[in-house]
């Protein structure tokens, strides 16, 4: 699972500014943050040579949420399609006439589809963005293995 979801989701800062920078602002909704507050300032940090999302943003990139194309009230996402009405998730008073909102906000985990790899919990610990790397290739450790070879000089 882990293989295809680093393959379908990348986990690298420039992947995750492109989707992050298109999300529309999202201070009106309800939000469950799932990562620590150090965590989402590395993300952030690692985000901003790319683009300035806030962190509500960052998160739902992070997690594979992207906007549709239809309205920019639904985010769904890359991998198993699972559409979310931000609507759902307002964190204005419901009026006398208004749907029932969802008390707990939106979860960018439980949100996905049952056999998303993106919905697993805890997929994340680990991940480079979240430990204040910037995720890039240049992050990549290389095995002494290979670098002893003649082939690859610096």
């Not at 986990?11 to 201070?27: E, G, K, Q, R, V």
């Not at 749907?99 to 991940?127: F, K, M, Q, S, Y």
Request: proline share 5%.
């Amino acid at each position: 699972m882990t293989k295809l979801r680093n393959t379908l989701h990348t986990p690298i800062a420039s992947n995750i500014a492109s989707l992050a920078s298109t999300l529309p602002s999202l201070d009106h909704i309800s939000f469950q943050t799932r990562l620590s507050e150090k965590q989402i300032a590395n993300l952030t940090f690692a985000l901003s040579r790319y683009s300035t999302p806030s962190p509500t943003q960052a998160e739902l990139a992070f997690f594979g949420w992207s906007p549709h194309a239809l309205s920019e009230e639904i985010v769904q996402c890359r991998i198993c399609q699972r559409r979310v009405g931000l609507w759902a998730f307002s964190s204005q008073t419901a009026g006398p006439g208004d749907v029932e909102r969802r008390a707990n906000g939106l979860d960018p985990v439980a949100e996905h589809l049952t056999w998303c790899p993106l919905g697993i919990e805890g997929w994340w610990d680990g991940c480079a963005l979240l430990k204040g790397g910037r995720g890039s290739i240049g992050d990549l450790t290389v095995s002494t293995a290979v670098k002893r070879r003649k082939w690859i000089k610096a």
